[in-house]
T-cell receptor, first 113, second 114 residues
Framework: DSGVTQTPKHLITATGQRVTLRCSPR?????VYWYQQSLDQGLQFLIQ???????AKGNILERFSAQQFPDLHSELNLSSLELGDSALYFC????????????FGPGTRLTVL | DQQVKQNSPSLSVQEGRISILNCDYT??????FLWYKKYPAEGPTFLIS?????DKNEDGRFTVFLNKSAKHLSLHIVPSQPGDSAVYFC?????????????FGTGTRLTVIP
């Protein structure tokens, strides 16, 4: 158990809909990262938050947005969903060691029908 | 543009033998390299990392080697055990640039045969 929690575990929805994925980082970690893993792909970085502020952006679509709340949990909002958005979405958090290690949650599997 | 590459999608090894997983990268700004292990329906689990100023880091059965001139790293698992069967991802970060996100390879599926 990494200490990072994600809900829900599975999500099935239709094209055009909007969903929210939730993540709680490990106790004491200020950084939260979101990654997307599509079929047979490596993990692709979407966005990072540090202590409530956006720190870095990766290949995140304009239809996607995220935020980190004062209690440090984070939400990833996906709107106008398309079939191609079906993927595993992982959240990770990292300690302040500066050694690069991140600890991942179990993921949310999103299926868009 | 894939900055971290794992060219072997799969590897099979006999139990007790050495497993060697390879990874290549292109970005010379990477300062930390990491290996993650992933089981189906679970998130990646951190295994071991190495700083770009080192060429070897060891933790139990796992050793990571870094060859900066070749932009290559490898993970050695010895002895291999059936429980090591999983997908292994190589990752890298460029923290000195201010961005700590990880760049992942596409993974190598390791099968350890009893």
């Amino acid at each position: 158990d990494s200490g990072v929690t994600q809900t829900p575990k599975h999500l099935i929805t239709a094209t055009g809909q909007r969903v929210t994925l939730r993540c709680s980082p490990r106790s004491g970690d200020l950084s939260v990262y979101w990654y997307q893993q599509s079929l047979d792909q490596g993990l692709q970085f979407l966005i990072q938050y540090y202590n409530g502020e956006e720190r870095a952006k990766g290949n995140i679509l304009e239809r996607f947005s995220a935020q980190q709340f004062p209690d440090l949990h984070s939400e990833l909002n996906l709107s106008s969903l398309e079939l191609g958005d079906s993927a595993l979405y992982f959240c990770a958090s990292s300690p302040q060691t500066g050694k690069g290690e991140q600890f991942f949650g179990p993921g949310t599997r999103l299926t868009v029908l | 543009d894939q900055q971290v590459k794992q060219n072997s999608p799969s590897l099979s090894v006999q139990e007790g033998r050495i497993s060697i997983l390879n990874c290549d990268y292109t970005n010379s700004m990477f300062d930390y390299f990491l290996w993650y292990k992933k089981y189906p329906a679970e998130g990646p689990t951190f295994l071991i990392s190495i700083s770009s100023i080192k060429d070897k880091n060891e933790d139990g059965r796992f050793t990571v080697f870094l060859n900066k001139s070749a932009k290559h790293l490898s993970l050695h698992i010895v002895p291999s055990q059936p429980g090591d069967s999983a997908v292994y991802f190589c990752a890298a970060s460029a923290g000195q640039t201010g961005a700590n996100n990880l760049f992942f390879g596409t993974g190598t599926r390791l099968t350890v045969i009893p």
